[in-house]
């Protein structure tokens, strides 16, 4: 072999070998849930919220208050009415401070009794009940439904289905109508609607309200508590063990199997759980309760509803699923001892707080001047020496009427020792208007040094109780 050719390569064949571990995935595609219809104490709380909170989003614009709408956000002139007050964006402050109540109460019912608002008042629960409602009234009940979700299409399948979504926009849109009817008034956007005027602004808001409500209440329906609601996810920062919550009675329900009325239990050797998943079937969410407390429980009460119609047929006493504290099931607690310990130092502290905040609210509103004012110095016009050998500034007031009547305002100036306004010093603003005007004051030449001086307007009410200070600045030059 010649030394100069080069050695012939060693090829070693790679040979695939079989994975250890087979690829799992951890995508779950959804399955609709169908809640099934329950009746019973919280059933009837839920129904008498959905009720009361529909009662009053949908019948608030058309109340009147004398000439006008009693609830109107009029966000063109920006005035606010409501009922007898009228707000300015400057009375900001009334906003924070409501903002500041939902928050604590928000956390006083968490803290008491776990997702009330999620279970009873939360606009996605309330639409989602009368969505369902509609949709067992054209389709049927859970198990009608069920099965022609699976059937093939037919001329009543689809009938039943264009009927329901009929219904359901029909209502979405109105929902989308009435919104908008907070910020137009609802009776000259009935109008417009029926001449096919409304603004593009009026048009787009009815329109994405309505098809919001349609599309959360019609198809995300739980998908929007699980993964959507930020609620669910910091509940639990909220609760300790003293906190009313939806709960199964693990120890006296397993181990858990079906059996006759009439059997015996102990020789069974099962608890008073009957495995009949009705509790399963009506939680609008899907969860089992009987696996614990989950994220996903908005605390409807539902199943304690139906399990305790269960209990009822079998003759076992109520309260298999409940509302109850975690001490309270470990301890064993009599619904005596169970709600002192509910009204602990963390809830006394929340309502104390809440009550001082919504007290002061309302002694503020009851306290504030039906009017505001605004200073502005004109740049108009630099400070001169007018005839008399007087120095003059001119302003301009602001001068915004918060009643629904007619007010005359008198203005006068303090600060500098014969400090005087020379036009005129009494403004007419009609009501819930505003008016700037021109303001000149004069002083005598020698009443000061050159310079800025702090002065203050006091603008007074002449038919009506109230009166207001504003500070501003005098120039005189050199």
Sequence with gaps: MNSQE???????????????????????????????????????????MVFLTQLVFYGLPWLEWGQRQAVLFDLGARRFYIFGLVLYPQDFIYLTGLLVISALSLFLFTAVAGRLWCGYACPQTVYTEIFLWIEKKVEGDRSARMRRDAQPWSLEKAMRKAGKHFFWLALALWTGFTF???????????????????????????????????GNAGFMREQVCKHMCPYARFQSAMFDKDTLIVTYDAERGEPRGARSRKADTAALNLGACVDCTLCVQVCP??????????????????????????????????????????????????????????????ILIYTSILAVIVVAMLVSLSLRTPFKV?????????????????????????????????????????????????????????????????????????????????????????????????????????
């Design 285 to 346: 969410t899907g969860i089992d309760i009987r696996k614990g407390l989950q994220y996903e429980c908005i605390g409807c009460g539902a199943c304690a509803d139906v399990c305790d119609t269960v209990m009822d047929k079998m003759g076992y006493p109520r309260g298999l699923v409940k509302y109850t504290t975690e001490n309270a099931m470990n301890q064993h607690w009599t619904s005596a001892q169970t709600w002192r310990h509910v009204f602990r130092p963390r």
């Design 180 to 214: 908008v009817g907070y910020f137009t008034p609802i009776k000259e956007l009935g109008i417009e609607f029926l001449q096919l005027s409304m603004s593009s602004w009026e048009v787009f808001w009815t329109f994405f309200y309505g098809f919001a409500t349609y």
């Design 6 to 48: 080069p050695a012939a390569r060693k090829v070693i064949p790679i040979v695939p070998q079989e994975a250890d571990e087979a690829m799992i995935s951890l995508y779950a595609a959804h399955e609709k849930i169908y809640p099934r219809s329950v009746s019973g104490f919280f059933s009837n709380w839920r129904w008498g």
């Design 374 to 478: 605004d200073v502005v110095r004109d740049r108009g016009v630099m400070a001169r020496v007018v005839s008399g050998g007087k120095i003059e500034n001119v302003y301009r007031l602001q001068v915004m009427n918060a009643t629904e009547v007619t007010q005359r305002y008198q203005i006068t100036v303090t600060g500098l020792p014969g400090l005087m306004v020379s036009s005129e010093n009494v403004v007419t603003v009609d009501s819930t208007q505003s008016r700037w005007v021109a303001v000149r004051v004069q002083a005598p030449f020698d009443t000061a040094t050159p310079g800025s001086h702090p002065i203050q307007f006091e603008i007074a009410s002449l038919d009506s109780p109230g009166s207001l200070s504003e500070k501003s600045a005098f120039l005189v030059p050199r």
